[in-house]
């Protein structure tokens, strides 16, 4: 049975200003595409983007030089799935799709999951670019890590989409923090942390730090919290309190999430300034400036 959209056209959000990525998933909602695929499609846009250093193809490397890739997907029925540690796959989205869809696991990680890639038709690509490559050999200088606010932190494209029929899905997909350790994986392929949502209810997803993401489960928590009747904007709110209130030192990293419930509202908040989300409706395709934390 079809669900009915309560009158709300057709919205894709996502994380930062990567207003390709909303154009093409607004653009395929508005040719009646399903929420699921826009999504895919608005972040394999930013996952093949070699000038984005935080996502897919071009990404950053670990600090060994290797780029490794970590995505999630979910779907209106609640269904999802996801990827860790993937090398020389760029549109690792499509691939945790194929993890929901094709096996009957949550997650596959390294070597597994790119094995699984080939067997279903991705090709291999060297994701680590020459740019990429000169800037990590500029940085084993002084092998020195620390997040630089809005600029490494921003290691997310997070999506979601409400389609004609009423349907919510979500995706998210990241090369992870610049130079982390080998084998890290951060909240970007975990549901209930980078991203999570209910159909009935609403999603979320998050970007930054994302073990501080991961220790207060933020998108799940702004999910039941819509669900007792927060806005969107208030979720997105409570979740970042609840991140600087347990950790001190939150002023050396970012934190940020965007909201949409089953209404169509829609909300974000950060702990610094500098974050902004894109939202295409109608035709739209514009640029909200996040509200922060710290002023």
């Not at 997040?147 to 979500?170: C, K, R, S, W, Y």
Request: proline share 3%; charged share 20%.
């Amino acid at each position: 049975m079809e669900r009915k959209s309560n009158n709300v056209t057709p919205i894709a959000i996502c994380t930062w200003a990567f207003s390709n990525a909303s154009k093409q998933a607004g653009e395929a909602l508005e040719r009646n595409a399903a929420a699921l695929d826009a999504v895919i499609i608005g972040v394999a846009v930013e996952e093949a983007n070699l000038k984005n250093t935080t996502v897919g193809k071009g990404g950053t490397p670990d600090r060994e030089g290797n780029v490794t890739l970590d995505a999630c997907v979910m779907a209106p029925n609640g269904d999802c799935g996801a990827v860790a540690c993937v090398e020389n796959i760029t549109h690792v989205a499509a691939l945790a799709r194929k993890v929901m869809e094709n096996t009957p696991h949550f997650m596959l990680a390294g070597k597994g999951a790119e094995e699984f890639a080939y067997a279903n038709g991705f090709k291999k690509e060297n994701l680590l670019t020459e740019t990429a490559t000169q800037q990590w050999k500029e940085w084993l200088k002084t092998s020195e890590y620390k997040p630089i606010i809005n600029i490494e932190n921003h290691d997310t494209i997070g999506m979601l989409a409400i389609d004609a029929q009423g349907d919510i899905a979500g995706a998210c997909s990241t090369s992870g923090l610049s130079y982390k350790m080998k084998g890290r994986v951060g909240d970007s392929p975990i549901i209930g942390s980078g991203l999570f949502l209910d159909n009935d209810v609403g999603g979320a997803v998050g970007t930054g730090m994302g073990e501080e993401i991961l220790k207060t489960v933020g998108s799940f928590l702004i999910v039941e919290l819509m669900r007792q009747g927060y806005s969107p904007q208030k979720a997105c709110e409570e979740a970042v309190h609840r991140v600087v209130t347990k950790n001190p030192d939150h002023t050396n990293f970012q934190v940020a999430y965007i909201a949409m419930n089953k209404a169509g509202e829609i909300g974000s908040y950060c702990i610094h300034s500098g974050f902004a989300m894109m939202k295409y409706q109608d035709g739209k395709n514009e640029t909200i400036t996040s509200p922060s934390f710290l002023k």
